[in-house]
């Protein structure tokens, strides 16, 4: 399960990001989303999202939960929650903590960042590399992003309804144990509906770039560079300059593992 877990991961946790300048909206825009997992086209669990953001600061809590409908997915909870503030637009997180248990092991993650560089890591049970992983460095650590803090998407007030603008970037990822990159980029809009919203949707195409805690001679770490079936699709938080996670779909080695949200709910205040 853990595998599907992480490859999961990569397109939702993976998934989304930080960008631009001249950030601004008024008042507070929260959002309650709820997403529906599929693998092999069998639904395998659900996701939630509480995601609050000003012009300030964010904060985002959320949980996962998926169960044994194939054999390579296990019974597995985990929750999750960041918070941080804005700079130039860019989310910054100040701390990130996952809770996981998986059948009758358990786990948690985490983080703790000061402008934009990790401080401090705990993880239970602890993070353990393979023989011949790039070995993780202080430069690592520096200006990374949580993965939990990259499924906020803010982007400059007059840039609200562009792809270009909402996909085209790279995040510098740092999940705890890996370093990665993440190069979005634009690929198609539609109009998309679920409880609470109706309106467009901007999908990204996503990239895999590993950087440092993998093997780069190892089979998923191969294979997720070579993978050109990775996207997000990313909606409105109602009237603000932010987009979140609206689906995504991912190939890994043993299938492919999808997300959609029935429901998409934002307010302002």
């Given at each position: 399960m853990?595998?599907?877990?992480?490859?999961?991961?990569?397109?939702?946790?993976?998934?989304?990001?930080a960008?631009?300048?001249?950030?601004?909206?008024a008042?507070?825009a929260?959002?309650?989303?709820?997403?529906?997992?599929?693998?092999?086209g069998?639904?395998?669990?659900k996701?939630?999202?509480?995601?609050?953001?000003?012009?300030?600061?964010?904060?985002?809590?959320g949980?996962?939960?998926?169960?044994?409908?194939?054999?390579?997915?296990?019974?597995t909870?985990?929750?999750?929650?960041?918070?941080?503030?804005?700079?130039d637009?860019?989310?910054?997180?100040?701390?990130?903590?996952i809770?996981?248990?998986?059948?009758?092991?358990?786990?948690?993650?985490k983080?703790?960042?000061?402008?934009?560089?990790?401080?401090?890591?705990?993880?239970?049970?602890?993070?353990?590399?393979?023989?011949?992983?790039?070995?993780?460095?202080?430069?690592?650590?520096?200006n990374?992003?949580?993965?939990?803090?990259?499924?906020?998407f803010?982007?400059?007030?007059?840039?609200?309804g562009?792809g270009?603008?909402?996909?085209?970037?790279?995040?510098?990822?740092?999940?705890?144990?890996?370093?990665?990159?993440?190069?979005?980029?634009?690929?198609?809009?539609?109009?998309?509906?679920?409880?609470?919203?109706k309106?467009?949707?901007?999908?990204?195409?996503?990239?895999?770039?590993?950087?440092a805690?993998?093997?780069?001679?190892?089979?998923?770490?191969?294979?997720?560079?070579?993978?050109?079936?990775?996207?997000?699709?990313?909606?409105?938080?109602?009237?603000?300059?932010?987009?979140?996670?609206?689906?995504?779909?991912?190939?890994?080695?043993?299938?492919?593992?999808s997300?959609k949200?029935?429901?998409?709910?934002?307010?302002?205040?």
């Open positions: 853990m595998t599907f877990f992480k490859s999961s991961a990569i397109a939702f946790s993976m998934v989304l990001g960008a631009s300048t001249n950030f601004a909206q008042g507070e929260r959002l309650q989303a709820k997403y529906t997992i599929k693998y092999l069998l639904s395998v669990g996701m939630k999202n509480s995601l609050r953001v000003n012009d300030t600061k964010y904060s985002l809590v949980t996962i939960q998926t169960n044994a409908v194939v054999a390579i997915v296990a019974n909870k985990a929750q999750y929650s960041v918070s941080g503030s804005f700079r637009g860019l989310p910054v997180p100040n701390a990130q903590k809770n996981y248990r998986q059948k009758k092991k358990s786990g948690f993650i983080i703790g960042f000061s402008n934009g560089s990790v401080i401090s890591q705990t993880a239970k049970p602890k993070v353990k590399y393979k023989k011949g992983a790039v070995q993780l460095q202080d430069k690592h650590l520096k990374v992003i949580d993965p939990i803090s990259a499924l906020m803010p982007v400059a007030a007059g840039e609200v562009n270009r603008s909402i996909c085209n970037r790279t995040l510098p990822i740092f999940d705890g144990k890996n370093r990665m990159d993440l190069k979005f980029s634009f690929k198609s809009k539609a109009v998309r509906s679920a409880d609470g919203f309106g467009d949707v901007f999908t990204c195409a996503i990239q895999y770039r590993p950087i805690g993998m093997r780069m001679g190892g089979k998923s770490t191969k294979f997720m560079k070579a993978n050109r079936e990775l996207e997000l699709s990313l909606a409105r938080v109602g009237q603000s300059n932010v987009y979140a996670l609206f689906s995504f779909k991912v190939k890994t080695r043993r299938g492919t593992a997300g949200a029935y429901k998409f709910k934002a307010t302002q205040e």
